[in-house]
């Protein structure tokens, strides 16, 4: 088992910053790819970034590609996820998620291929 809890989320006005966090415990964090996803209302669920195991590749969706980075600390058990230049857009509850089935230099944004959840986190970004 794993247990994820995200921090960090908020109200911010566009074009601010916030930082996400996730800590995780249980299993060894660093056996675990790492993504983090949104869903607002009425909307699927999409991933907006991952991170391997091996902490070297990283996907973003192209939404938020520039304003947003992703990474790890594994002596921390912790993924982080930056956010810059937010936009009204952005709102959603931002999810952690951890994998455990992909290769030590492979992510995915696929959300059935992630194991656990974490709570989720409200991001509000106003106009």
């Known amino acids: 088992q794993v247990q994820l809890v995200e921090s960090g989320g908020g109200l911010v006005q566009t074009g601010g910053s916030l930082r996400l966090s996730c800590a995780a415990s249980g299993r060894t964090f660093s056996n675990s790819a790492m993504g983090w996803f949104r869903q607002a209302p009425g909307k699927e669920r999409e991933c907006v970034a991952a991170?391997?195991?091996?902490?070297?590749?990283?996907y973003y969706a192209d939404s938020v590609k520039g304003r947003f980075t992703i990474s790890r600390d594994n002596a921390k058990n912790t993924v982080y996820l930056q956010m810059n230049s937010l936009k009204p857009e952005d709102t959603a509850v931002y999810y952690c998620?951890?994998?455990?089935?992909?290769?030590?230099?492979?992510?995915?944004?696929?959300?059935?291929?992630?194991?656990?959840w974490g709570q989720g986190t409200q991001v509000t970004v106003s106009s």
């Open positions: 998620a951890a994998s455990f089935r992909v290769g030590y230099i492979s992510i995915t944004p696929r959300a059935d291929q992630y194991d656990y």
């Open positions: 991170i391997s195991r091996s902490n070297s590749i990283t």
